[in-house]
T-cell receptor, first 116, second 113 residues
């Protein structure tokens, strides 16, 4: 079974600065998808960014980018120019590309605080 | 287009009581999921369904039952609630034709006393 590990329970960053959230995963599969979800205090789960394992290029969405290291099984999220609205719980998630159920396996989350 | 909705948003139960959580989606998605979120544990999959009339166990299925009688609805039942089932419950849906994203409902906070 796949596992996802987020080793930083909490992180903090100053507004306008850059922060990197870490995620590692364990899998024997070669094809899969990785996701970062954001959960603000409203509790709504919001997809931030996704990465297909077969793509070498790191995904980018505006101020959010990932550093995907397939051999190291590492998938970190970089938030540039941090804003107060980025304060949230962030979850890393894994999904197999094979199979027929599209299940997600989540890490335990990293709580990000943004200081003004 | 409401997306994924969950009923109720909050509920308090006494130990031993039963209840059903309703998840509804209006995106015509085939796949639906129930997760629970506990502090420090992330989201864990309880049960899921890959189509109307089908259900399967996830990572933490004990104490829960589910039904998918209609494609747009996925019900999660607790027959005899226990304090260990105090949690926030999320429903999600997706479809192979929609790409990769799971769409989540707003969550239900359940407290069992």
């Amino acid at each position: 079974a796949q596992t996802v590990t987020q080793s930083q329970p909490e992180m903090s960053v100053q507004e306008a600065e850059t922060v990197t959230l870490s995620c590692t995963y364990d899998t024997s599969e070669s094809d899969y998808y990785l996701f970062w979800y954001k959960q603000p205090p409203s509790r709504q789960m919001i997809l931030v960014i996704r990465q297909e394992a077969y793509k070498q290029q790191n995904a980018t969405e505006n101020r959010f980018s990932v550093n995907f290291q397939k051999a190291a099984k590492s998938f970190s999220l970089k938030i540039s120019d941090s804003q107060l609205g980025d304060a949230a719980m962030y979850f890393c998630a894994y999904r197999s590309a094979g199979g027929s159920n599209y299940k997600l396996t989540f890490g335990k989350g990293t709580l990000l605080t943004v200081n003004p | 287009n409401a997306g994924v909705t969950q009923t109720p948003k909050f509920r308090v139960l006494k130990t031993g009581q039963s209840m059903t959580l309703l998840c509804a989606q209006d995106m015509n998605h085939e796949y639906m999921y129930w997760y629970r979120q506990d502090p420090g544990m992330g989201l864990r999959l309880i049960h899921y369904s890959v189509g109307e009339g089908t259900t399967a166990k996830g990572e933490v299925p004990d104490g829960y039952n589910v039904s998918r009688l209609k494609k747009q609805n996925f019900l999660l039942g607790l027959e005899s609630a226990a304090p260990s089932q105090t949690s926030v419950y999320f429903c999600a849906s997706t479809d192979p034709g929609q790409g990769y994203e799971q769409y989540f409902g707003p969550g239900t906070r359940l407290t069992v006393t």
